[in-house]
């Protein structure tokens, strides 16, 4: 049946017209309403095996779109393999004043500035408590700004979560909290990730943990950041989160706005962040490769980067509901194209 889907690019272009942010919470409220198509797309040249959780195909939705875990289970719907809920912070908290969300249309970008708004760890939880959704959720955790303990935030949150998703994401990347990609560094990162181990082997056992960078690092923090990876056995990277530069290239008026940039201009940087990690630690760690995928191109280019499973969601907001099942059918044509029977096969096969 072909109305939800026309109904949902409908609304896709009523939501063009509204400011970033508000356009944002209805698209949220629509799908939770259960205005958007349903697609279960999973084909087993497309299903992949990451981190001991089987995902019926590589496109996930990137964290920040579902940021309370609202309508995760409709997003689904779309025909993402994974959804990644949160930031989730342990205290609700408003985030940075308004206007924090900004279009860049020109350059099929947007710059944020959210910082962490979410409704806070115990209403994620009730609410995926609540659900029945089957397919595969993870949770982004993140720590809030006045926090006198940030490490201990990611530890509550894996507290919290605990056996309600399928895997835990720690954020330490996000530049819209002061500070907090400080965490990055040699030391406090590997004391980071042994209490987030620590607490998953208490409360939630088998969980794995990504972590979720930046794409703003030295050769230095490359090194730090594979090194402590492999030191802890992380269970995935995610390359990465939005950048604080901005390209020459930018056309829009909003591009001197401060906040994370997201979309077209952050693929060429992140794609060579992603292959340059899986040349480091190809094999050892599974990589999740993030930053402005717009087509089945872009997401397969991931892929032949050494990226395991993918993360969009700007791209969604330009290009509308059906952009997932454009993305894997372009997906099994590549596939074909290059002789090849499923998509692990092309994970680095053009990382060289």
Request: charged letters at 20%; aromatic letters at 6%; hydrophobic letters at 40%.
């Amino acid at each position: 049946m072909k109305t939800p889907m026309v109904l949902a690019n409908l609304g896709s272009k009523i939501m063009g017209l509204a400011d970033g942010e508000t356009a944002h919470r209805l698209t949220v409220r629509m799908l939770k309403a259960g205005f958007g198509p349903k697609r279960t797309i999973s084909t087993p040249c497309l299903q992949m095996r990451v981190a001991g959780i089987d995902f019926p195909n590589p496109l996930g939705l990137a964290a920040g779109f579902d940021k309370n875990a609202e309508a995760y289970g409709a997003s689904l719907d779309l025909g993402f393999g994974f959804v990644e809920i949160g930031a989730v912070t342990p205290r609700p908290q408003p985030g940075n004043d308004r206007p924090r969300v900004f279009r860049l249309r020109a350059d099929a970008a947007i710059i944020n500035r959210y910082g962490f708004n979410n409704d806070g760890l115990d209403i994620v939880a009730a609410r995926l408590k609540a659900s029945k959704c089957d397919g595969v959720i993870g949770a982004n955790l993140g720590a809030n700004k006045d926090s006198e303990d940030r490490t201990q935030d990611y530890v509550t949150g894996v507290k919290g979560l605990a056996g309600l998703v399928d895997f835990f994401t720690v954020n330490i990347s996000s530049p819209n909290t002061p500070g907090l990609r400080a965490l990055q560094g040699r030391d406090v990162l590997e004391n980071l990730i042994r209490r987030v181990h620590a607490a998953r082997d208490e409360y939630a056992a088998d969980t794995p943990v990504f972590l979720k960078i930046a794409p703003d690092i030295t050769d230095e923090d490359k090194a730090d950041i594979a090194e402590t990876a492999m030191k802890t056995a992380l269970q995935g990277l995610i390359v990465s989160n939005t950048t604080i530069e901005r390209p020459g290239t930018l056309q829009s008026e909003c591009a001197h706005e401060a906040g994370g940039l997201s979309g077209a201009p952050l693929f060429a940087q992140s794609t060579a962040l992603l292959r340059e990690f899986y040349a480091e630690i190809g094999g050892e760690i599974p990589l999740i490769g993030v930053g402005g995928i717009s087509s089945a191109r872009d997401a397969y280019e991931k892929i032949l980067a050494g990226a395991s499973l993918v993360q969009l969601y700007t791209a969604l907001v330009y290009q509308g509901p059906s952009l997932p099942y454009r993305i894997l059918a372009g997906l099994q044509d590549f596939l074909k194209s290059d002789g090849l029977d499923k998509i692990s096969d092309a994970v680095g096969a053009g990382a060289h």
